[in-house]
């Protein structure tokens, strides 16, 4: 399976699980697939943690 398929099929999955949105689950997706512990975004609770990536909003302090 073509790598971006594997990313497709994971946010499908992080929607169904988590319930993210599709764009939100795109990035959850990518970096768990590329074992990226940690995002920095601000469209995730900051310091939230989901099967090993971690979000963390750069603009709290």
Do not use: C
């Not at 790598?3 to 099929?9: G, I, K, M, N, V």
């Not at 929607?15 to 601000?42: C, M, P, S």
């Amino acid at each position: 399976m073509e790598r971006s398929h594997l990313t497709a099929t994971e946010a499908i999955r992080g929607v169904k699980t988590h319930h993210f949105g599709f764009w939100d689950a795109q990035i959850w997706a990518t970096a768990r697939l590329n074992q990226i512990e940690e995002v920095y975004t601000e469209d995730f609770a900051s310091g939230a943690t989901v099967e090993g990536v971690r979000f963390t909003n750069p603009f709290i302090d």
